[in-house]
């Protein structure tokens, strides 16, 4: 029997603890009578609800407190969505599994007119995104965006109470949540593409704890972890955040590696897109190639004509 408490780190959302809690159930499948502690930890994006997230902090606004506490040894292990997790963290922090990934999608509520095409002109859509922002614009210059901030419930409850002609979440979280009956249109690749590690978990911990990496080992699924590590090393090497208009794909296909990307500015008006593929040893090499074609194409000067997250 393993006695040593295993204590994981996450914030205090539905969403957030489902997810705490299907990490505890994995490593007690792989590690029979290890014991697990779940620790909820308050970040700043929860402490402030309404504030757009960029005039809040930028990035790491849901995960610098959890790192900070894993890094002082108040926590063992961090759970992220990893969309959430900024590319450039501490050095003392390894990002030691990527459970298999949910479904990458965006999704849309919209209990009248039910489809992102179905929307008359001039209905009001709810996002706290960037990116999703960017694309909706893109593909329907005609609507109103609006931001919204608050958990999974509060954000889709804008939608069904009419508040809001529509909203768009992650597919994921809804589905983990089993609240996917109320999507009424689907935005999947390649028509809108996701954001960085979208629908899939990061489990961090510390770069020198061998024990815990070791248990963390059995939960990572390759194919999602190479996956992330292309779409998030593209990112990093544009501008290193992610509250930038950038959306990314990679997957398995054809025995190699693929990856999408866009690259938007703020209103939609602009996008450039790049795709390239390669071997499934080098995903990070495949993020930098489609980087560097987006770079080509003007990526940055759309991005500086983003608003900036404070630093």
Known sequence: MITTPLRIGTRGSRLARWQAEWVTNALRAHHPGLSVEIIEI??????????????IG???????????????????VAVHSLKDLPTLGPAELTLAAVPPREEVADALIAPAHRTLEGLPAGARVGTGSLRRRAQLLHLRPDLEVVTIRGNVETRLRQALDGALDAVVLAWAGLHRLGLHGHVTDRLAPPRFLPAVGQGALGIE????????????????HPPSHRAVVAER?????????????????ARDADGGLALDASVLDADGRRAVHAADAGPIDDPRGLGLRVASLLRAQGAE???RGTPRPPS
């Not at 990035?59 to 506490?69: D, L, M, P, S, Y």
């Not at 990112?235 to 794909?249: D, F, H, N, Y």
């Open 205 to 220: 911990c510390r770069a020198d704890d061998e024990r815990t990496r070791s248990r963390l080992a059995g939960l990572d």
């Open 301 to 303: 000067e759309l991005l």
């Open 42 to 55: 308050r970040t700043l994006g929860d402490r402030d609800r309404n504030s757009p997230l960029a005039a």
């Open 233 to 249: 090393a593209a990112l990093a090497e544009l501008e290193g955040g992610c509250l930038i208009p950038m959306a990314a794909w």
């Open 58 to 76: 930028g990035t790491g606004v849901f995960t610098k407190e959890i790192q900070r506490a894993v890094l002082d040894g108040s926590v063992d």
